[in-house]
Each structure stands twice: as C-alpha cells, then as structure tokens.
C-alpha cells in the first residue's frame, strides 16, 4: 500500500491532540491537589478541624486531655478563631456561650476579661481553679468577636450587636487593666491584671502576647488611640527584647518571659530562666497577622531579619528545635509540629524557600487519616500546627473580613 501523506498527518494531528489533553488532565489533576490541599474546606483541613472538635471540644468547651482535662481561657479563643476561619458559626457560637457562661469575671470582678483556669476542683467539681486573667486570651477572644460580628452580621443579625458589644467592652478592660504606663509615656502589656504597684519596681513580661496587629484593629473598631499607641510602641520594646535583656545579649528569637521596670527597660525573668520554647513562638503568629492586616512593615522587618535567618541557619543542621536558650543554643533537642506549621504560615510569601521547607518537615508529624499532628491528645500542638497546612488557602482571612481595607489603622 503507498504512503498516504495526508493520511499520515490527520494520524499525527490526532495523536498530538491525544497527547496534550492527557497532559491537560495530568495538569489538572496536580492543580485540583494543590488547591485541595490549601483550601479552607479541603479533605486535609476539614479533617484536622473535625478531628479537633471530635477530640478537645466537647459542648463548646476546649479541654486537654493532658491536664486532667482542663480548659484555659486561650483554648476557648483558639478555638472561636478557628471557627471563624472554617466558617463554622455553629461551634463558634457554642464555644462563645459556654466561656461567657463560665469563665467570665464579671460577677466577681465586674470586669469583661477571662478568668484563665477551669477544671476539677478538689471536692471534683468543676469550676474555675484559678481567677486571673490571661491578656493574650483576652486579646484573641476580642478579635475573634470582632471578627464574627462582621463576618456573620447578615447571617445572624441577632448575634451581631452581642459579638461587638462583648468585643469592645473586653478591650476596653484590656487596655483598663492589662497595660501598664511606662515613664516614656509607652503603654505596655502586662500579662494579666496587675491590682497594684510591683514592689520590686519590676514587672513580669510574656513577649508572646504582644500584638500590634489586634491594636490596629481594635483601634479600627473602637477609635481609641490608645490601642495605635500601644502598637507603636511594641515595636520598639520588641527590638530590645529580641537583642538584649540588661547585660544578656540575644540572636533574635524572644523569650518566654523577661521582666521590664518603668523605665521601659528589659531584663531576664530572675524565676524563669531564658528559655525560648512554648510561649516564644507564638509571638511570630502575632507578628504576621499585624503584617496581614495593615501591612506593617516594621512586621515584616522583624520576620525577614529576625526570625527568617535564625530558622535558616537552623535547618542547615537539619532540623528546627522547639526549646532553644536565648542566646540561640539549644534548651532541648526536639521537634515539634506546633512552631513548624507556625513558622511556615508566618514566612508564606515573605521567605517561600525556607516555607516550603518547613512544611516539608511538618509533613512527617501530620496524621494523613484524620488532619492531626504528633500526638492526637495535644491540644497545644495541635492548636498551632495546622496552619501550616493553612498556608495558601486565601490567607489566616482577618484582613478580608467586613471593610477593613476600607479603614486606615
């Protein structure tokens, strides 16, 4: 049979067409998984949040396991943050009802804060073990009402004036209780109320609370310019905090507690050593989020020239502690989900590399069958390590709820 030139071409031409709409759906499948992988409500995401409802929450009580199965003021906002970000009105709602109902100090105190600690007392009954407030809890727990009144509003008009009003008064007793005047004029954050002058002069300082990034925003939706205050002038006891505590000179990294007098000025928390573990880390969430909602630059300055190359220097020995000194030597050598999810998320878009890596070592602690991570009864871990798997997924969506954009903080 004699070669047919046309025939030779339709065969190819069908052939090529074949071969690019294998490739198209090859590409296809790849962008599905990549986008199902950071969506909100992705198979991934989903599970670690039923997961978590399923194992720490139970009729909107945050427990753990670890502790007696105890529940902290921080739990309660964690979760309501999450809720918001998942669209989850029902758990929120839940979780809200239950920590007006049994952790505020209103009664008692005639205050809108947070008592910090539920539990079994010793008759066994539960109740609140500990009155105090927690300011970081107190923080989250204001942003998340202020957040859902906007975001729900039309869904559920009837809840919307709760949720603000609530939140506005709870950072009115923030700024009321949990701060304190520096001489300089500056407003600090204490970490809890202070009912009285400290004796020694000095005052016990958790730099992980510090959040410029809810000051704007309180700002925002209350037009007290205390909160810009505060924000500016955290930044500037950030920077010696993060450099030097007295005559201790640091790498970058905070720690979990330190100590300040009224001059403004730093030192080593005489009690607690210098470790940067289980609280410090937290505060990068907090300086990220100032950098997502208003594009803070002095935010990114301190993510890109403080905690970025301290974690790249970190992974060229291969992996990322959780408890380090303050001088950057390590404490206990461990990793853990919690800051690595953490960090990935905080250098999303700033340090891609160094993210992408960090999710690369987070994925040998993630549960693939239900979302969990490391061991599925922590509640801590598994409060921070998701964002990581977050990240991508139209951001933590502080900044794109309501109109912020439209407001200047």
């Known amino acids: 049979m004699k070669d047919n030139p046309f025939l030779h071409t339709v065969m190819f031409a069908l052939v090529a067409v074949a071969i690019i709409l294998l490739a198209v759906k090859a590409f296809q499948r790849e962008v599905e998984i990549d986008l199902g992988e950071n969506s909100p409500a992705d198979s991934l995401t989903g599970k670690s949040w039923a997961g978590y409802r399923r ?29 918001l970000w998942l669209d989850d009105s029902e758990t929120f709602e839940s979780c809200y009802r239950w920590t007006e109902k049994n952790l505020s100090r209103k009664a008692k105190f005639a205050d809108n804060l947070l ?72 407003l600090l954050l204490l ?34 310019s205390r909160w810009l205050a505060l924000a500016g002038a955290t930044y500037r006891q950030l920077d010696e905090i993060l450099s030097r505590l007295d005559n201790v000179t640091g790498v970058g990294i ?23 573990g289980w609280d410090a880390f937290r505060l990068w969430w907090r300086v990220r989020l ?30 990322v502690q959780l408890e380090y000194n303050y001088d950057g030597s390590v404490a206990k050598a461990y990793e853990s989900p919690a800051p690595l999810g953490l960090y990935a998320w905080c250098l999303d878009g700033l340090e ?11 994925r040998e602690f993630r549960h693939e069958e239900d979302g969990g991570y490391g061991e599925s009864d922590d509640y801590y871990v598994n409060s921070w390590a998701w964002f990581g798997d977050a990240v991508g997924a139209q951001r933590f969506p502080f900044a794109k709820i309501g ?3 439209e407001r200047e903080y």
């Open 290 to 319: 100032d950098y997502d909602l208003r594009g803070s630059a002095e935010a990114k300055r301190l993510l890109t020239s403080r905690l970025a190359p301290f974690l790249s220097a970190r992974l060229l020995g291969g992996e």
């Open 352 to 362: 891609p590399g160094l993210a992408t890596r960090l999710r690369s070592r987070l």
């Open 403 to 405: 109109s912020s954009e």
């Open 55 to 83: 194992e720490f929450i139970v009729n909107g009580r945050v427990i753990r396991p670890r502790n007696d199965n105890d529940t902290v003021s921080e739990g309660q906002a964690y979760a309501m943050l999450r809720a």
């Open 191 to 224: 970490p809890w109320p202070e009912e009285k002058p400290s004796a020694t002069g000095r005052y016990e300082i958790n730099p992980s609370y510090f959040s410029p990034g809810h000051y704007a925003l309180f700002h925002a939706r209350t037009g007290d």
């Open 254 to 276: 905070p720690p979990d507690w330190c100590e300040a007098d009224l001059a403004g000025k730093f030192y080593p928390a005489e009690a607690r050593g210098l470790s940067s």
């Open 115 to 186: 008592a910090w600690h539920y539990g079994n007392g010793a008759n066994g009954k539960a109740g609140i073990l500990d009155w105090n407030a927690a300011s970081d809890a107190d923080l989250d727990y204001a942003l998340a009402l202020f957040l859902a009144a906007e975001k729900w509003c039309g869904q559920t008009p009837d809840r919307c004036a709760d949720y603000a009003d609530k939140a506005r008064a709870v950072a009115a007793d923030i700024l009321a209780l949990e701060t304190l005047e520096l001489q300089n004029g500056e």
